[in-house]
């Protein structure tokens, strides 16, 4: 509501990241907090390998314009290998995406006009709206035009849930993020083979309160694989 | 497994941030990253305020020891203020902590030892203990001795959870915190209100892959207060 997308944001960080030229390893946990609202204009990253240990790496990034911190990060990047492997959430039942209608926000903000949202539940509230008891939103969404996935745009798609208090009050208001993090579940090579395909987006929040609700959300691609897990803190004024 | 229980590292984190003398309003957000083990003897914490905006402050922090970081942190506080409130999530459905036996860890693990857990569900694997198909721990716990809960402690209490892949797998093995993240739902009133009784601390994990998990939990009050929700990532060999 102060700034760009902040998905966009999440993801050139991440970029940032992936262009060094010491990195080690493919992303594992990435943890991003919004100071102030980043501007038109230039910007420069500057991100620093902490540690490096035998199978993973610690960052700190900061985003600065005019020598004004606008966003800082903390990330792990790390090897994979072959262990135990389960995935104990289930996806939410929903139909194929190509059964659910496309649709567009009720205004148009510029960023969502770069996502298609295919929404199987918890859909954008109108200005007809009545509060609804459940924060929940599930989506089939993909970049628009489609373009392959890859970390950075996975880690963008994290944000791609508007905020939950307009849900629950039917209303839309004041309510930015404040920090959100990204746990990667997937390879690199899993992204590729996932393509330009859409992935199921679903989201809620546990405790309003205060100024400040939390919210929890998956990426699901149509296999039933779980791409990642991601979390926020959003500030809100009711 | 290779450093002291995490929490206490995430409890002195808050701590220092909290004794700036420029500290503005109390903590919503956490994220604290294990980059090496702490060893006994001394540490520094140098913490930073990068932004303080009118109604919140960005830290970034580290912990380090002869000069060699082994702890990064970024956290949020924030002011909080009158707004509509609700918690979606419910509490797990449990007998009274006074109803539940207290129980010790199999092997004596220290820190264990300054809480007393009483388990409801998904306790410790023991040395006979079968895989199992859920990775859902519930345990009422309290500081031992008990102790007034303050944010620290509350924090520390965020990583009480013993590794999800040993309940699933059913036995011990290398695991270990990479990063977690805690955000913060109750006001320091609240916190001091809730004096030395249990909380009832619930979690579960989502994926197991490659070598990582992913797990979040709450912590509750005995009324039905959220005081808590926490992520973490954690490394595993199986």
Chains 1, 2 share one sequence.
């Not at 990060?73 to 135990?84: E, K, P, S």
């Not at 929903?94 to 926000?105: G, I, M, N, R």
């Not at 969502?112 to 199987?120: G, K």
């Not at 929940?136 to 939950?164: I, K, S």
Request: proline share 7%; aromatic share 10%; with cysteine.
């Amino acid at each position: 509501m102060v700034g760009p997308f902040g998905g966009i944001t999440v993801a050139a960080i991440l970029r940032a990241i992936e262009e060094q030229p010491d990195v080690h390893g493919d992303p594992v946990a990435l943890t991003v907090n919004f100071l102030a609202p980043v501007v038109d204009g230039e910007f420069d990253i500057s991100a620093r390998a902490v540690r490096t240990n035998r199978s993973n790496q610690h960052w700190i990034v900061e985003l600065s314009q005019d020598g004004d911190v606008k966003t800082t990060a903390t990330a792990v990047f790390g090897l994979r290998r072959d262990t135990w492997t389960d995935i104990e959430s289930m996806p939410p039942a929903v139909a194929a995406p190509e059964d659910v209608e496309p649709q567009a926000f009720p205004v148009p903000i510029r960023w969502t006009q770069n996502y298609e949202m295919r929404f199987v539940d918890g859909a954008v509230p109108g200005l007809d709206a009545e509060p609804s008891e459940s924060s929940t939103t599930t989506l089939w969404v993909r970049d628009q035009p489609p373009r392959p996935l890859d970390f950075a745009g996975l880690a963008a798609m994290c944000d791609v849930f508007y905020p939950r208090v307009f849900l629950r009050l039917g209303r839309v208001m004041a309510a930015g993020t404040i920090s959100m993090t990204v746990y990667f579940h997937s390879t690199r090579d899993e992204l590729i083979s996932h393509g330009d395909d859409f992935v199921l987006a679903t989201v809620h929040a546990q405790r309003f309160a205060r100024g400040y609700f939390d919210q929890s959300g998956q990426i699901w691609d149509r296999r039933g694989e779980l791409l990642a897990t991601t979390h926020q803190i959003v500030y809100f004024k009711s």
